[in-house]
């Protein structure tokens, strides 16, 4: 079956443009989560839904950044009035239950 | 605030020889104690995991061993082949739910 899929795979923005990254989870995994990944570093945590449960949003960096899951689909990660510092690859994974499904990331180049 | 501590950066190993990655966390509220391979370009895979009541588990050339009353996990990759050449990343999932903390990677060079 298809893994997880994210676009766009690159994304080169202008400083204080909004973008919207795309997330399409495996099919019936209840867990998805994002994370950033700046380059040559880890993975941070950003926000993870589970079910019809309240998101878990403690990773946000600031309220730039928003993000939504419609049911146990698709997901978008929002990011308003976009800096440089927002330069990096953003990371979608899905989960069932332990094991997490990484998408391939979008890149975001902020200029 | 960093839960799980992995070392060392980078790691540069011969063709054969074992490579082996620490990592140390500091919330006891882990179950589950995943590492992930991630190669450029590509987004991190599932290499091997374990649960916190087994000391040890071993999947082909790579083994965790765990040590709880220490906090610590290490994994050891066996006759470590240039094709292992990656970035792995230690990580902890929470009790009881399914956020995952992980750790900020080593970038592991096999030399043929």
């Known amino acids: 079956g298809a893994g997880v899929s994210q676009s766009p795979s690159n994304k080169v923005t202008e400083k204080g443009k909004d973008v919207e990254l795309r997330c399409d989870p495996i099919?019936?995994?209840?867990?998805l989560y994002w994370y950033r990944q700046r380059l040559g570093q880890g993975l941070e945590f950003l926000i993870y839904?589970?079910?019809?449960?309240?998101?878990?949003k403690s990773g946000l960096p600031s309220d730039r950044f928003s993000a939504e899951r419609t049911g146990e689909s698709v997901s978008t990660l929002t990011i308003q009035r976009t800096q440089q510092e927002d330069s990096a690859v953003y990371l979608c994974?899905?989960?069932?239950?332990?094991?997490?499904?990484f998408g391939p990331g979008t890149r975001l180049t902020v200029t | 605030q960093q839960q799980v501590k992995q070392s060392p950066q980078s790691l540069i190993v011969q063709k054969g020889g074992i490579s082996i990655i620490n990592c140390a966390y500091e919330?006891?509220?882990?179950?589950?104690f995943p590492w992930y391979q991630q190669f450029p370009g590509k987004g991190p895979a599932l290499l091997i995991a374990?649960?916190?009541?087994?000391s040890e588990k071993k999947e082909g050339r790579f083994t965790i061993s765990f040590n709880k009353s220490a906090k610590q996990f290490s994994l050891h990759i066996m006759d470590s082949q240039p094709g292992d050449s990656a970035t792995y990343f230690c990580?902890?999932?929470?009790?009881?739910?399914?956020?995952?903390?992980f750790g900020a990677g080593t970038r592991l060079f096999v030399k043929a």
């Open positions: 994974a899905s989960s069932s239950f332990y094991e997490q499904y």
């Open positions: 099919s019936g995994h209840t867990a």
């Open positions: 839904f589970q079910g019809n449960s309240a998101p878990d």
């Open positions: 919330n006891t509220a882990f179950d589950y």
């Open positions: 374990i649960r916190p009541d087994v």
């Open positions: 990580a902890a999932r929470s009790t009881g739910g399914f956020k995952t903390i």
